[in-house]
């Protein structure tokens, strides 16, 4: 059985099949999370006749376990959203994972952030009333997500959807609870990581999607 997405590209053009009510519809657009989130909303936007843009966000990753995420970080229009798992932190603690290390981690990706709204186009929006479709690659975790749907509520849009290729269960039930509307095109049973459920998952970098951004514009 192959893979269920060919590249990015591929699995953004699928999402926009599965949300044809906002073909050209007014007041919407389509936000993806840097970077992976970025040529999926792209390729999305083309599909249905929307403009699109990005929200930044930063994975807190578990000191020594990078990819499991105690919490996340997000930047939209001025406001930075800080979403941690403190159970999660709490037994990280119990492993030996001080607060300090936790707290150096936030500090580092923090900066990072900060360092990116100064080099991205396309991340400042009117959100007021519009129709807000938050994308990205997929979830594992779900952390950079619901960090991104708090992000762009604070600019006041109507509805707030979440629109991924692929999604762990427990990300895609976390995530539902906190939007409006979720698609989610592949949910297995067993998910290890989102680059496992495509054909082609390079390492997106920054220039990547800055030009993907500079071509919205």
């Not at 992976?36 to 006749?49: C, K, N």
């Not at 929307?50 to 376990?65: D, F, N, S, T």
């Not at 895609?172 to 459920?197: E, N």
Request: glycine share 10%.
């Amino acid at each position: 059985m192959g893979m269920p997405f060919k590249d990015r590209a591929d699995a953004g053009r699928r999402l926009a099949a599965g949300l044809p009510q906002l073909r050209k519809r007014p007041d919407t657009i389509l936000l993806g999370l840097a970077r992976g989130g970025v040529p999926v909303a792209a390729a999305a936007a083309v599909e249905l006749y929307q403009p699109y843009g990005a929200v930044l966000v930063r994975k807190l990753g578990i000191p020594g376990r990078e990819e499991t995420a105690f919490g996340a970080l997000a930047w939209s229009n001025g406001r930075i959203v800080r979403i941690i798992n403190r159970p999660l932190a709490e037994r990280m603690r119990w492993h030996g994972i001080t607060q300090g290390s936790l707290d150096a981690v936030e500090a580092r990706e923090r900066g990072e952030l900060l360092r990116r709204v100064k080099t991205y186009p396309g991340i400042s929006f009117d959100l007021s009333g519009k129709t807000v479709v938050l994308v990205d690659d997929g979830l594992a975790t779900g952390a950079t997500m619901r960090a991104a749907v708090e992000a762009v509520r604070a600019g006041g849009p109507a509805t707030v959807v979440a629109a991924v290729p692929v999604s762990s269960l427990e990300a895609q039930a976390s995530i539902s609870r906190v939007c409006d509307f979720m698609i989610c095109l592949h949910t297995p049973g067993k998910f290890h990581a989102v680059g496992a459920f495509y054909e082609h998952f390079e390492q997106l970098t920054d220039d990547d999607a800055v030009r993907l951004l500079e071509q919205a514009g």
